[in-house]
């Protein structure tokens, strides 16, 4: 199974100000179509999982474009370049390149 | 608007039996594959089974082999989860979800049900 490790595990930020994650997977998630299978989601208080990114990089439909996503091989990032409140909750990375798919241990992000 | 509605969680006794069932709405549900997605109580998010659009193919998570089953009903829009042999560990808020564009890749799921609650205790 591929792992997924994010750091850290959590992340106090001033609103206005930069926050950035990183996820490290086992193996590289480039696959044979040229596609990168990493997906960025924000799960927020009491609400099921949204999906930010997708593709690595790409933002997804109605995502705020202080979102972005970097990366390649095994080696991902999550920015977030003015945190707002409504950014609150807890960030997961996730491999959709190999069954089973396996998500990162989360990053929780709150308001300082 | 595309939805999908979660039910039939319940507190079920250490090894008994469970179905869940999500049913779809506002879009065209057997041209998509299906996810079950799983979240232990202030845990993180563990991928469960996901199954073809036909119903062709299934794969389920180690920790699940040989006693849940996926299937679905394309006819009546919905699709189950059969939990046999339960274990408290099995507690979490079990999810349904696909990925409602080809972009995104079979396994890019953005769309999520609310979740129902299984709690498996004695």
């Known amino acids: 199974d591929i792992v997924m490790t994010q750091t850290p595990l959590s992340l106090s930020v001033t609103p206005g100000q930069p926050a950035s994650i990183s996820c490290k997977s086992s193996?590289?998630?480039?696959?044979?179509?040229?596609?990168?299978?990493l997906y960025w989601y924000l799960q927020k208080p009491g609400q099921s999982p949204q999906l930010l990114i997708y593709?690595?990089?790409s933002r997804f439909s109605g995502v705020p474009n202080r979102f972005s996503g970097s990366g390649s091989g095994t080696d991902y990032t999550l920015k977030v370049s003015r945190v707002e409140a409504e950014d609150v909750g807890v960030y997961y990375c996730?491999?959709?390149?190999?069954?089973?798919?396996?998500f990162g241990q989360g990053t929780r992000l709150e308001i300082k | 608007q595309v939805q999908l509605a979660e039910s039939g969680g319940g507190v079920v006794r250490p090894g008994g039996s469970l179905r869940l069932s999500c049913a779809a709405s506002?879009?065209?549900?057997?041209?998509?594959?299906m996810h079950w997605v799983r979240q232990a109580p202030g845990k993180g998010l563990e991928w469960v089974t996901f199954?073809?659009?036909?119903?062709?193919?299934?794969n389920y998570a180690d920790s699940v082999k040989g006693r849940f089953t996926i299937s679905r009903d394309n006819s009546k829009k919905t699709l189950y989860l059969e939990m046999n042999s339960v274990r408290t560990e099995d507690t979490a808020v079990y999810y349904c979800?696909?990925?409602?564009?080809?972009?995104?890749?079979?396994?890019?799921?953005?769309?999520w049900g609310q979740g129902t609650t299984v709690t498996v205790s004695s």
């Open positions: 193996q590289s998630l480039l696959h044979s179509d040229g596609k990168t299978y």
């Open positions: 199954i073809h659009s036909d119903g062709s193919n299934e």
């Open positions: 506002g879009f065209s549900f057997s041209s998509y594959g």
């Open positions: 979800a696909f990925a409602s564009g080809w972009y995104l890749g079979v396994n890019g799921m953005d769309v």
């Open positions: 593709e690595a990089s």
């Open positions: 996730m491999q959709g390149l190999h069954l089973p798919i396996t």
